[in-house]
């Protein structure tokens, strides 16, 4: 493509097969592989001189017929596109494409992979929707993750710890569930029993279940009984050159050996139809569909993996379509462009590898790379940022960060291990969330920074609410993907101090939101240390942060009612999102006042009861004192 030098850039790359992560750079050496989205500040003068208007480029590398594109650097700070098409007769190259969304209104979710792991049962369910309604949190949202399916025996090793491919070798033998998840309470249920069990006595209003794009993690079992006729042969994944390069994932070794069962292109929608009509049938509203990107690997033979994903996303989305109506589909370990430019319904996608809480080096990286990646996911979907623990000690850290970020609100807690208090800061009594307006992306200083590992910048996130704004601040510093050691390591073990500063600029479309009428003036709400202060248009306010510490600041613009009247409102104080309450504020000024009162008058709706703050400013009447 050329040369890259002395220009600041902003990258998103698959670090591993299923996940992409950020970077940032100067030069076309910089450049990772398998990059998938690039965006470069220049500026619009050729002497690059100051006071020159910025110009920000965009790459996107894309998919031709059989091929998908990468960026990568070379020494020279050349930047190369790279072309795969997975299978070695695929010879041609052209252009596409366009994509949509569509979403659903989020509320909190109970996902029960941390929880359970795969031991997930119908007791399991049941213990943890009882465990967080008796504390004042009702889940409204309920994913049945993984370990509801009817799988192959294979012995287990007590003293091992799930971890991320221990169940890769392992396959779908029927699309109902198993017998241990009918158990309950010594006598069978099923499935349709357990989502009504949690609809009519839970208050549940939406159920998912768990399912992998191949049907399992090792696929389908080929062969098994009553599955037939889905034609499942057995393929051996072969891994992107880009992937190798980066993060090689050695729980594809097994597979590699052992094969995963793949379903026939032309039978899957067969598969999906059945899998789909059968869970309707119980009640489920939607899928939860993981381990998507194992398809690219699989191509050789199907007319490459661009072809392949294409079939399996098709076929997908008609399934989803046809027995879902609200289009229930989450998509998940999937951010490859062969996947995410192939989806035309599915509308919410995970927006970085998992929260493990027992890992120190993720937690950090994980805030910082759900928000670099929602700058590029968040045009087309609805990124979600994972779930955590309410009792764990960067569980504030990941809850401010899931505040700001538009999207879900899920918790996967051990049933009788929660923080109820700090839940209650998240979730209305309802169980509802006060959910931002839009995905949350940095703020436009935080672009071309790394807070993750320069040691000196803070991240911030921006989002919108309906009648005010927020701006998340978080300290990442000390850990990231290492591409020496080809892993997420602590770099720093005692990453420092930090200072930075928040202005209501950083809002992009704050004047949006504050309407014709507004003079530039805000009421800043800090929710950690309580401050409230005006902030006059163009001012600033410091935050210092620790590593692991957030601050999360409420920008309010404030309107006048009167020439002696100013009137701004903050929101519930003790929600993260204080400001999400608002639902709605209109001024009447002295000549719009409907009913002929001579008198302005403000008006605010508040999502819930609770505690709640407005700042208002009387200024006394100016008075005339004769001979002076």
């Known amino acids: 493509m050329g040369v890259l030098e002395d220009l600041r850039f902003l990258c998103c790359f698959r670090f591993k097969l299923w996940w992409m992560t950020h970077r940032v750079g100067t030069c076309g050496r910089d450049v990772p592989l398998e990059t998938q989205f690039m965006l470069i500040e220049s500026k619009d003068n050729k002497d690059h001189q100051e006071n020159s208007p910025t110009v920000y480029t965009v790459l996107l590398p894309l ?13 020279k700070n050349e930047i190369k596109i790279c072309l795969e098409s997975g299978d070695s007769p695929s010879l041609k190259r052209c252009w596409g494409g366009a994509i949509r969304c569509e979403f659903t209104n989020w509320m909190e979710k109970y996902p029960q992979w941390d929880a359970f792991y795969t031991d997930v049962t119908a007791e399991g369910v049941e213990e943890g929707l009882k465990s967080l309604s008796e504390g004042g949190t009702s889940p409204r949202f309920l994913i049945i993750d993984d370990g509801w399916q009817q799988i192959e025996s294979k012995p287990k090793d007590a003293d091992c710890v799930v971890q991320e491919g221990a169940q890769f070798a392992t396959r779908l033998t029927g699309i109902k569930e198993n017998t241990e998840f009918q158990k309950s309470n010594n006598t069978i249920s099923g499935l349709k029993h357990v989502v009504d069990e949690a609809k009519q ?29 889905y034609d499942t042969a057995l393929a051996y994944p072969v891994q992107s050159p880009g992937i190798l390069g980066n993060q090689p994932d050695i729980v594809m070794d097994s597979l590699s050996v052992h094969g995963l069962g793949l379903v026939h292109p ?54 989803v379509a046809r027995h879902f109506p609200d289009n229930g589909c989450i998509a998940c370990m999937c951010h490859n462009t062969d996947g995410l430019y192939s989806a035309k319904q599915t509308a919410v996608v ?29 045009e087309f979907m609805q990124p979600d940022w994972d779930m955590f623990h309410s009792l764990h000690p960067a569980a504030e850290y990941h809850a401010a960060a899931r505040a700001v970020s538009g ?41 071309f920074v790394d807070p993750a590992r320069d040691g000196t910048s803070l ?80 001012a600033s306010v410091p935050v210092t942060l620790k590593v692991l510490e957030y601050e999360l600041f409420h920008f309010c613009p404030i309107k006048e009612i009167a020439p002696s009247i100013s009137f701004a409102p903050i929101g519930l104080l003790d929600m993260l999102n204080t400001g999400g309450a608002v639902e709605q504020f209109e001024v009447y000024k002295e000549s719009e006042v409907p009913d002929g009162d001579n008198s302005g008058r403000a008006t605010i709706t508040l999502k819930s009861q609770g505690k709640w703050q407005i700042w208002g400013l009387l200024l006394p009447a100016p008075t005339e004192v004769c001979g002076s």
């Open 63 to 75: 998919l031709e017929g059989q091929f998908r594109s990468v960026l990568q650097g070379e020494d």
């Open 350 to 378: 995970r927006a970085s590898d998992d929260f493990y809480p027992r890992d120190p080096a993720s937690h950090t990286i994980h805030v910082s790379s759900v928000a670099y990646n929602t700058l590029f996911l968040g």
């Open 407 to 447: 999207g879900p609100i899920y918790v996967s807690d051990k049933p009788g291990r929660h923080n109820f208090d700090f839940l209650k800061k998240l979730v209305l009594p309802d169980g509802s969330v006060l959910r931002a307006q839009l995905p949350g992306r940095p703020t436009v200083d935080s672009l």
């Open 201 to 229: 006595r839970r208050n549940v209003k939406y159920v998912y279940v768990w399912h992998a794009l191949a049907g399992y993690w090792g696929g389908v079992k080929p062969a098994a009984s009553g599955m037939e006729h």
């Open 266 to 319: 032309k039978k899957v929608f067969d598969f999906y139809n059945e899998l789909h009509a059968y869970l309707a049938s119980c009640g489920v509203d939607g899928v939860k569909v993981d381990v998507q990107n194992i398809i690219e690997t699989l191509g050789s033979g199907h007319g490459g993996r661009v072809s392949l994903t294409r079939s399996y996303h098709q076929a997908l989305e008609a399934s």
């Open 459 to 538: 991240l911030k996130i921006w989002n919108l609410n309906k009648c005010c704004d927020v701006v998340g601040v978080f300290n990442c510093q000390g850990a990231g993907w290492c591409k020496i050691q080809k892993k997420t390591r602590i770099h720093c073990a005692s990453p420092g101090t930090l200072t930075g500063s928040v202005c209501a600029s950083d809002v992009d479309l704050i004047a949006q939101v504050a309407g014709a009428d507004w003079h530039g003036d805000t009421i800043v709400y800090a929710y950690r240390s309580g401050e409230v202060i005006r902030l006059p248009e163009g």
